[in-house]
């Protein structure tokens, strides 16, 4: 029997039920290129975009001579009304790695100069700078694995908002589907297990274990990459 194409390998596909619809919600939030030439903006309101789990502030970028408006992603406990300098040390300053004090928190972390943001950018997510030496600086990401940035990328001080957002209640399960569909995540999920022969490498015959081995090699196929991968160790610990 053939085996059928698994979830990890029909989302590469590019299909529209793996794509999110852009027309639905802002997608540029990022820095200006030219962002030195500013010295403040002022959060002129708050969007929410369907297509991101943080909300996102319409600002106005002001200096002597120069105004523009963008969009950024907001600052928690951030307010309509709100000016905040660029080059300062408050909750919402824009400024390099390398000119933000050691254990400060920060978010919309720039992998390249110049890219805008990459890293830390769902809401309520931050990371902690922990270290800097010549050109590098460390940071402790949410999943506690220390990360090494050029010290000339730009970051915002303070951490996203949007934390509270799951505690608002759904209510029903049509705002559950709709909620996961525009993100493009295929839903309800469904047990490996549960699933038959054909569906999944760990299904068939109604049982509730895999059967066989669950590790697979880095190097093997879509197809194989199921269960742990490449994984260090598996079982308990040996005192």
């Known amino acids: ?52 789990t943080a909300l996102l502030a319409k600002v106005r970028f002001s200096s002597n001579t120069l105004k523009k408006e ?10 309509v009304g ?3 300098i660029l080059n300062s040390n408050e909750l919402g300053a824009i400024k390099k790695l390398k000119d933000i004090p050691e254990g400060t928190v920060v978010y919309n972390i720039e992998k390249i100069f110049g890219d805008g943001g990459k890293f830390c950018r769902s809401g309520s997510t931050k990371a902690i700078i ?8 460390f940071l402790k990401m949410p999943s ?45 999920f469904v047990s490996r297990n549960s699933k038959n ?4 490498r760990f299904g068939g015959s109604g049982k509730k274990r895999p059967g066989g081995p669950t590790s697979a090699s880095r190097h093997a196929p879509p197809g194989r990459k199921v269960g742990h991968i490449a994984p260090k160790r598996t079982g308990r610990s040996k005192k």
């Open 82 to 84: 709100q000016e905040i």
């Open 197 to 200: 022969c054909k569906d999944h």
């Open 144 to 188: 506690k694995v220390v990360k090494e940035f050029n010290e000339n990328c730009r970051a915002t001080i303070g951490f996203s908002a949007g934390g509270d957002r799951k505690q608002k209640p759904l209510l029903k399960a049509g705002s559950k589907f709709h909620a996961v569909k525009r993100r493009c995540i295929e839903w309800p």
């Open 70 to 79: 963008d969009y950024l992603l907001a600052t928690n406990k951030s307010f």
């Open 130 to 137: 922990r270290q800097k030496e010549e050109g590098k600086v």
């Open 1 to 52: 029997m053939a085996q059928k194409r698994l979830p990890s390998q029909r989302r590469g596909s590019a299909r529209p039920k793996y794509v999110a619809n852009k027309k639905i919600g802002i997608t540029d939030a990022k820095y200006l290129r030219d962002l030195e030439l500013y010295d403040s903006y002022e959060i002129l309101d708050f969007k929410i975009s369907p297509l991101r």
